[in-house]
């Protein structure tokens, strides 16, 4: 812009005057490749824009859409590197707020994110929630304990694990055992849900509770039993670019593609449910 008014107080030709009108709106179309949220795919931006490598802190039950997508996005802009590490939400706040490099933040709870808001880690308005999740009952193929509810679990004679409290699965475990009226006494409380998935699919464990989305990508190594008061535990996935991320447009336009129609659909297909 200050250049066309330049040439415009220069008293330019007609000509030059509408050369230079045809490159600001060239330019302030390719400003708008990186929309709100949710509006598009920032993965449409001109490569040159998106050139770098950014580090990525994802949430456990991320790991298979957000593979998925980090992939999509390098197809889609060869210059552009996206890798991402998963665990724990609190995990992962722990690490960033030590230090750790990260450019972008995807967390399995509101909470999480908050911490780092406001230790301005993260800018208070960058948050957006692009997927929610609720829990289920994994057991191993078949069923040997016969569980059918989520009272089941009370029964001592079984090895139930779930998430430690500060983990987002853990805090919503908490949350259906107080809807349910269910006190259980787990034999071990994790720092993941992959870690709860993985004692149940190797047999360690009777029962866990992880999310309906762990279950599906778990293949034939589990099997799911619903309960109605997983609905009284619905969480929602925020995601934000970490303020310090020394490529801001690259982590910007990861969060796009994640909250843009690539990233719904990818996010759908792995089993959760929309914001």
Request: contains cysteine; aromatic residues 4%.
């Amino acid at each position: 812009m200050p250049r066309a008014l330049t040439r415009r107080g220069l008293r330019a030709s007609a000509v030059a005057i509408a050369a230079a009108s045809a490159l600001t709106v060239a330019a302030c179309s390719a400003s708008t490749g990186n929309g709100a949220p949710g509006s598009s795919d920032a993965g449409t931006t001109t490569g040159a824009s998106l050139a770098g490598s950014i580090t990525v802190f994802a949430a456990a039950s991320l790991n298979a859409p957000f593979t998925e997508l980090a992939e999509q996005f390098e197809a889609e802009h060869p210059e552009a590197s996206i890798d991402v590490s998963f665990a724990g939400s609190s995990d992962l706040v722990t690490q960033i707020s030590e230090g750790a490099p990260a450019d972008v933040f995807a967390s399995a709870d509101e909470a999480n994110m908050t911490t780092l808001t406001e230790a301005g880690v993260i800018d208070a308005d960058a948050p957006v929630d692009f997927a929610t999740n609720v829990l289920t009952i994994a057991v191993p193929p078949g069923n040997p304990a016969g569980v059918t509810s989520l009272s089941d679990l009370e029964d001592p004679g079984l090895r139930v694990v779930v998430c430690a409290p500060q983990v987002p699965c853990g805090a919503a475990t908490e949350r259906v055992e107080r809807e349910a009226d269910v006190t259980l006494a787990p034999a071990s409380e994790e720092s993941a849900v992959t870690d709860v998935l993985g004692k149940v699919s190797s047999g360690e464990a009777d029962a866990g509770l992880v999310y309906v989305t762990d279950v599906a990508g778990a293949g034939d190594a589990v099997d799911a039993v619903d309960f109605p008061e997983s609905s009284a535990a619905v969480n929602a996935y925020p995601i934000a670019p970490v303020a310090a991320s020394g490529h801001p447009a690259l982590a910007d336009a990861f969060v796009h593609f994640v909250t843009g129609a690539t990233g719904r659909a990818v996010l759908a297909d792995a089993g959760f449910g929309a914001p």
